[in-house]
Every structure is written in C-alpha cells, then in structure tokens.
Nanobody, 130 residues
Framework: EVTLVESGGGSVQSGGSLRLSCIASRSTHDTYCMSWFRQAPGKEREGVASVDSDGRTVYADSVKGRFTISRDNAKNTVWLQMNNLKQEDTALYSC????????????????????????WGQGTQVTVWS
C-alpha cells in the first residue's frame, strides 16, 4: 500500500503561480510513474502531467509551456510547478502512482488513463480568479 499526500493548493490571481507537492509514503514498483490529474466541477478528471523514475516527462497540451512536473526519488516527492495560471486551470488536483514502465512516452500525447494508476491522493484545490 502507498499513501499519497498532496499540498500546495490555494487561490491565486490569473497569471500567477503555484507549486503543488505530492509525498508518497514509500517507494515501490507502483511509484515508478507519478502523475497529476485534475477535475473541475462538472467535468471529467483529466491527466495533466506525468514523470517516471528516470525523469522522463509528458504533458497534456493544455498545460505545455506553463506547467513543469519533477520528482525527487530519494524524497518520494513529486512537484507540479504551475505558472501563468488561467481560470480554466481551476480544479481539484490529485496525485496518482502507477507502475507502467512507459508512462512518460510523449507519443501518448499526455498522461495515461486513470485505470493505469493504482494509488491516488485526496487532492488539493486550485482556484484561479481574474
């Protein structure tokens, strides 16, 4: 079992920045792939970005050039640096862990589907106002 705890959400003006953190309780083969998802009210959850243990990354088109995902394997921590935030970025952001060995392949066009992830955090709310 792996527990994921997110932090760093908040309310920020459009154009501002936030940095989300996700700490995993331990490192296993199921934390090889770490991703951020988000769900806005009335919408389906969508993948935002993924990073594997080798540091490879993939992003959803909607956040490319604005968001950066990174991780520190020794600290079991993943971050999501979000810059130039827009109102449409408002959502509950959740961290997910899975064992897919090719999850950060840019050929996927973004993070893998939710069913590829075994563990999920509770989420942290991000609200962007104009």
């Amino acid at each position: 079992e792996v527990t994921l705890v997110e932090s760093g959400g908040g309310s920020v003006q459009s154009g501002g920045s936030l940095r989300l953190s996700c700490i995993a309780s331990r490192s296993t083969h199921d934390t090889y792939c770490m991703s951020w998802f988000r769900q806005a009210p009335g919408k389906e959850r969508e993948g935002v970005a993924s990073v594997d243990s080798d540091g490879r990354t993939v992003y959803a088109d909607s956040v490319k050039g604005r968001f950066t995902i990174s991780r520190d394997n020794a600290k079991n921590t993943v971050w999501l640096q979000m810059n130039n935030l827009k109102q449409e970025d408002t959502a509950l952001y959740s961290c997910a862990a899975g064992g897919h060995r090719d999850c950060a392949n840019t050929g996927w066009g973004g993070p893998l589907p939710q069913y590829e992830y075994r563990f999920w955090g509770q989420g942290t709310q991000v609200t962007v106002w104009s």
